[in-house]
């Protein structure tokens, strides 16, 4: 199986910045897609920002500018570095990626545990 383990969440104050990473472990064969999606309270999940291994991004309006997206394909990993943070960004932010665990097997979308993003003064 394949997991994703997430790490740089936090409490910061607006316009503050934070950096998460999720790195992906176990049986992988190939990672399309790597990115980050968050979850408000009484709101649905939403995409913030995607990567696909060739390097083509994209991110939600609410978050360009400020957010970027970058990924090391040696490592398994993707980076969201967060900038100029709002209280609005407050959220549980999950990893996800798109995995093929052999080259027989159909790509399967795995997610991160999730981690708490908090902007507040």
């Known amino acids: 199986q394949v997991q994703l383990v997430e790490s740089g969440g936090g409490l910061v104050q607006p316009g503050g910045s934070l950096r998460l990473s999720c790195a992906a472990s176990?049986?992988?064969?190939?990672?399309?897609?790597m990115g980050w999606y968050r979850q408000a309270p009484g709101k649905q999940r939403e995409l913030v920002a995607r990567?696909?291994?060739?390097?083509?991004?994209n991110s939600a309006d609410s978050v360009k500018g400020r957010f970027t997206i970058s990924r090391d394909n040696a490592k398994n990993t993707v980076y969201l570095q967060m900038n100029s943070l709002k209280p609005e960004d407050t959220a549980v932010y999950y990893c996800?990626?798109?995995?093929?665990?052999?080259?027989?097997?159909?790509?399967?979308?795995?997610w991160g545990q999730g981690t708490q993003v908090t902007v507040s003064s």
């Open positions: 996800n990626a798109v995995v093929r665990i052999t080259i027989a097997t159909s790509p399967t979308n795995y």
């Open positions: 176990g049986s992988i064969f190939s990672i399309y897609v």
């Open positions: 990567i696909t291994s060739g390097g083509i991004a």
